[in-house]
């Protein structure tokens, strides 16, 4: 068993020593990595507002043509509202090393990627 500092470990394969990064099957030394930041990928509201604009032109067509299609319309805008309001941004941890830039993990949750950069950027600092 490895007596190094561990500076952040989940139950998703993510790991953070003072001298590795490992992220599932894919190992970073931390010799290697030059920088770390996180990016943000802005949610995709598109689906649910093109929906909502859909169920838009069923209520108003339904409003003179019958109310059946005006109820679809109403059911149909409810669904593309909640579409749009459910979608989430998607975070990333990009790693800069001699090799490139990758990108190891994204999340949903931007504290979870947050506490990842932290880790790294505590590892290198304490690394020296």
């Known amino acids: 068993m490895s ?3 561990t500076f952040y470990s989940d139950g998703k394969g993510v790991r953070i020593t ?3 990064a490992i992220f599932e099957s894919t190992t970073y030394s931390m010799a290697n990595i030059t920088s770390v930041t996180r990016s ?3 949610a995709k509201r598109t689906p649910g507002i093109l929906v909502a604009i859909v169920g838009i032109v069923f209520l108003a067509v339904g ?5 059946w299609l005006a109820i679809t319309g109403v059911i149909i805008l409810a669904v593309g509202i909640l579409l749009a309001y459910a979608a ?9 090393s001699a090799s490139g830039e990758s990108t190891p993990v994204s999340s949903e949750d931007e ?17 020296g």
């Open 3 to 5: 007596t190094e500092q």
């Open 18 to 20: 003072a001298t590795r």
């Open 40 to 42: 943000q990928e802005p």
């Open 63 to 67: 409003i003179s043509a019958g109310a």
């Open 88 to 96: 989430k941004a998607r975070y990333h941890l990009k790693i800069t």
């Open 111 to 127: 504290k979870y990627i947050e506490k990842i950069v932290v880790a790294i950027n505590e590892a290198m600092i304490r690394r």
